[in-house]
């Protein structure tokens, strides 16, 4: 298996040899992605996707996903740009952009076909098949914007994603916590994709709860891992790592400590 290797800072290309399912995945910032070949599943709590070879996708900012990467012929394939928020707002300041209102079109966004922008990612693949030659911060900063330009010349819709610089309102945290504690992040993430400073995220938890937010995700994780054992008859080792625990033996301790006895007593 060949791993993901860094062109840039901000640009990346990423090369498997096998199917790779990655888990928990914290997305900081909008990607711009293309497939060269094979094909990427994207999963989040509400939508999934699958980029095929050839097809390019805009990907949001702050959110959690899980990406399975499948080759073809032997190979997967593909090149991403992150758009991070200082260099937006640089365009932003130059270009005098503004937002007027907001953004309603679907957060992940597959784009069109644009042999503008195929063109543009043409003209990536010599760094990619030689990752040693890095490319300079000039020309890393000149391709970001060149990428972000074509974007708006294909969609130009996406201005109101793109430029929203508003600060994240507070969501439905209970709704969030349910639908999303099986991811294995740090709490701090949490807080910041429910809108919240860490302070806050731990005030508003106790309140919905009742009790801390680390011993709330274990008891859920443990009850979910109990459900899939008695009624499911599933083994650990099938699912612990998609309901949050970092290894099978931190589940196995975590399980006996919580319900007296081993999870191997209920496994099917």
């Known amino acids: 298996m060949l791993h993901p290797t860094a062109t840039s800072g901000l640009i990346f290309s990423s090369f498997h040899a096998a199917t790779l399912k990655e888990k928990c995945v914290f997305l900081q910032d909008y990607l711009l992605v293309l497939v060269v070949s094979g094909a990427l599943k994207f999963e989040t709590a509400t939508e999934q996707l699958t980029v095929q070879q050839g097809q390019m996708m805009l990907v949001h900012k702050n959110q959690l996903a899980e990406l399975t990467k499948m080759p073809h012929e032997g190979a997967y394939h593909s090149i991403i740009v992150s758009l991070r928020e200082e260099m937006l707002r640089r365009i932003a300041l130059e270009e005098k952009i503004e937002v007027r209102q907001p953004y309603k079109g679907p957060a992940n966004v597959l784009i069109p076909e644009n042999k503008f922008l195929s063109s543009f990612f043409q003209s990536l693949l010599p760094y990619a098949q030689a990752p040693e030659h890095k490319i300079t911060g000039a020309v890393t900063l000149l391709k970001i914007k060149e990428a972000v330009y074509l974007l708006l010349d294909a969609v130009p819709a996406l201005k109101e994603l793109l430029f929203d610089f508003s600060a994240p309102h507070k969501i439905d945290l209970e709704k969030f916590m349910v639908t999303n504690y099986h991811y294995n992040i740090p709490i701090e993430k949490f807080a910041r994709l429910t809108g919240r400073s860490l302070a806050g995220f731990k005030r508003d938890f106790q309140k919905i709860f009742d009790m801390a937010p ?39 301790h975590s399980f006996k400590k919580k319900y007296g006895h081993a999870p191997t007593e209920l496994a099917g």
């Open 214 to 252: 680390r011993q709330w995700l274990l008891e859920k994780r443990l009850s979910e891992a109990r459900f899939l054992m008695e009624k499911k008859g599933k083994r650990p080792s099938d699912f612990y790592l998609d309901i949050g625990f970092e290894s099978l033996s931190h589940f196995s």
